[in-house]
């Protein structure tokens, strides 16, 4: 079936500018994760979602970013006033439910701030 | 802090197999091994895990130590497409984060 899918593939924008970034979990995968890998580093968590509980949202770096998910489906990552450290791989990664937690990833945006 | 220590790099020729080892002294009684591997450009791709038996799927197999403090994960005939970062994850499960250390660079080539 449909893997996680991630939209845009590339972004690039400017520095203080707000940035939208989509995850589509695969269908029926109640939990959905963010991570970030900056370049030549290893991948950082940032937030989870699971069903309608209260989001994890240790990972976050700063106030600047935030998530949502819709329906409990989609997913939108939002970096507001992007800054330059800004710039990374974000990757979203979704599991099926606590007894099946494999987490299966998308295949990320690239974010590039000038 | 990831669990789990791997060495940077690794060769393999292609249609060898390929080891890849991991040591995870502190891993605990409920903690999976999960092994993902990223390649160039692309989101990290799960390839197995384990908790106390040896596992084989289509892709590897997975050897745990009996005691769980190490494990290796095996490509029966690797393939230069097998170039890739391969990440020795342990984890406790359920809606958990992930932690990636910096895992193996294993090179194929022919």
């Known amino acids: 079936g449909a893997g996680v899918s991630q939209s845009p593939s590339n972004k690039v924008t400017e520095k203080g500018k707000d940035v939208e970034l989509r995850c589509d979990p695969i269908?029926?995968?109640?939990?959905l994760y963010w991570y970030r890998q900056s370049l030549g580093q290893g991948l950082e968590f940032l937030i989870y979602f699971q069903g309608n509980s209260a989001p994890d949202k240790s990972g976050l770096p700063s106030d600047r970013f935030s998530a949502e998910r819709t329906g409990g489906s989609v997913s939108t990552l939002t970096i507001q006033r992007t800054q330059q450290e800004d710039s990374a791989v974000y990757l979203c990664a979704s599991s099926r439910n606590r007894d099946q937690e494999t987490q299966y990833f998308g295949p990320g945006t690239r974010l590039l701030v000038l | 802090d990831a669990k789990t220590t791997q060495p940077t790099s690794m060769d393999c020729a292609e249609g060898r197999a390929a080891n890849l080892p991991c040591n995870h002294s502190?891993?605990?009684?409920?903690?999976?091994v999960y092994w993902y591997r990223q390649i160039h450009s692309q989101g990290p791709q799960y390839i197995i895990h384990?908790?106390?038996n040896n596992e084989t799927n289509e892709m590897a197999s997975l050897i745990i130590t009996e005691d769980r403090k190490s494990s290796t994960l095996i490509l029966p005939h690797a393939t230069l497409r097998d170039t890739a970062v391969y990440y020795c994850?342990?984890?406790?499960?359920?809606?958990?984060?992930?932690?990636f250390g910096a895992g193996t660079r294993l090179a194929v080539h022919p």
């Open positions: 384990g908790l106390k």
């Open positions: 269908s029926g995968h109640t939990a």
């Open positions: 502190t891993i605990s009684g409920n903690e999976y």
């Open positions: 994850i342990v984890f406790s499960g359920g809606y958990n984060k992930l932690i």
